[in-house]
């Protein structure tokens, strides 16, 4: 291909993400240096933004709550999706109704879907889960209130919403194992669990990888489900990252724009960080090409 | 790989091994055990699954003054009132209306765009291809404040805050990456020989592009198609941010709804679930074109 030909085809998505997505960044960092506020411009300001971010504890706690819910929620999702789709594979005929019916919690909007999730818990409202727990243990569990529930509730509806793509992603990796390696494994007497781990895991091991990978990056990045699930997560220390910096820059027309900006660079460092093994995987299969 | 009993297909060849090996009378009653114990298995992670859906659908059929009592109400007379209040008391057909809007541009956009570039970079060999490819990583991870926050900022010195336009042109730029990640492993499956030979017989690189690779990336298209509506349906930290009441779209009239009085929140629901019925009708056409699409090679990793 010509290097003409690239331009042109290339050339209009080239220029929208330029347009519209890096010449926004290019604002928030330099926002991130500046004293600002929406519609004037700003007093430079050097890097008091960042310092003041540093010193206040709710980053860091924002830091630890999203950092420790990403790993949990990626565990979960890789073990619980591959198992649901060895599972769903593993079904004849009903498999389209099954899979269509699984796929439901992945395409209703998060906001929805975390909005079903506090009335399906919040007593408040007549939930009907800690109905029936206080039924059978006689404890009456405050999701919304009490710190550790909360952080279960919010843990459960983000694995709930994204299980469904795991699982499908997944199912794709196992349709692609060959039916000889399947078979080879049989006759060699191994066990179903066996087979599993020694033949099936590291022959779909990217795909595996490709859930992590998105998993990471969605889940650092939490915000939706936080605003019904819980409306106190500043007191209860169960803000993310995400919602900390919408808290600062723009909710009640947040003031501090300079602020909220030093922390969505911090947070794009902290997303290249935890991406890195990706990014030099990817950069080393490109060049390999 | 459920077989009625007695029947054994000649091609199924661990059929045949099983037959060899196990008793042909005790065949049937395993078979049937095996079958309650998968389809006991199945409604129950169904069930389990769906039971915040099925919840709210309770409730929002429930008559207003016990739809969100405590102890819940399990038995009673339904209705549709709270759908009937949501349409006349509020402003949610024109939500609604935003947000098919915004799906529909933005999808169409997306791919107009993305298609053709998505072909540039699994053809171009070079540096500038490998950089585009990172980039389109690190802007899929990117935290969507650090560009929606300034949008807001820019949206408003243009004049075009709050309008469908902003936001959609704001979707199609924070999904292209994505859809020219996925829409790129699609084209790289296609072997590289197919341009040349369309070439050779005198096709442009534009008309080859129209005429051989679009028809025959049909899957992969309808599948970045969906995943880019269904995004754009879903979103709503852009909008919430992007728009005011014009453009207000369904999740961010959700969400506003939440702190308001039981009317307005079985309101909310009842939006809720108008906005989740269809989505299931979605997800059901949709699954044979994901699976399809996903397993033709595009998540090699």
Known sequence: MRRREFAMLAGPSILVMAGLLLLPLYRTIQWSLQDVDYGSPGKFVGLDNYRQAFSDPRLADAVVFTVTLTLLVTAVLVVVGYLLAAFVNSLGRSKPYVLGLLLVPYVIPHIVGATMFSWLFNANYGGVVTYAIEKMTGIQVLWMTDTWPNRILIALNIIWSMLPFAM????????????????????????????????????????LGFVALISIMDVVRTFDPLVPLSPQAVQLGNESIMLYIYNVAFRDGGQDLGLGSAINVLLILLIIVLLYPFIRGLAKEARMR | MTVPAGVIPSTDES?????????PHSRPPRRLGRT??????????????????LWTAMTVTKPTNIAFVNPPQFFYEPTFDAFVNLWQTTQFYSYLVNTLVVAVISTVFAL????????????????????LLVAALVFRALP?????????????????????????????????????????????????????????????????????MIPLMGPGILTAGIFMFLFAFQEYLTALVLTDVNARTVPVFIATQLGQTLPMLQQAGAASMILTLPVIAFAFIAQRYLVAGLSSGSVKG
């Open chain 1, 168 to 207: 499908l992603i997944i199912l794709a990796g196992l349709q692609g194992v060959s039916a000889e390696i399947l078979e080879a494994a049989k006759m060699d007497g191994a066990s179903p669990v066996r087979t599993h781990l020694s033949v099936i895991v590291p022959s779909i091991r990217g795909v």
């Open chain 2, 15 to 23: 059929a045949e091994l099983n037959q060899v090996v196990s008793e």
């Open chain 2, 36 to 53: 309650l114990v998968v389809g006991g298995l199945v409604l129950l992670i169904c069930w389990t699954l769906l039971s915040p859906v």
């Open chain 2, 112 to 131: 107009l765009i993305g298609v053709p570039a998505a072909y540039a970079l699994s053809r171009y060999p070079g540096w500038i291809s490998t950089l």
């Open chain 2, 144 to 212: 969507r404040f650090a560009v929606v926050l300034p949008m807001y900022d820019i949206s408003r010195a243009l004049n075009i805050y709050d309008t469908t336009i902003a936001i959609s042109a704001a979707l199609v730029a924070i999904n292209q990456p994505f859809s020219i990640w996925l829409l790129r492993n699609f084209f790289a499956e296609i072997p590289e020989q197919l341009d040349e030979a369309a070439m050779l017989d005198g096709c442009t690189r534009f008309q080859m592009l129209r005429r051989v």
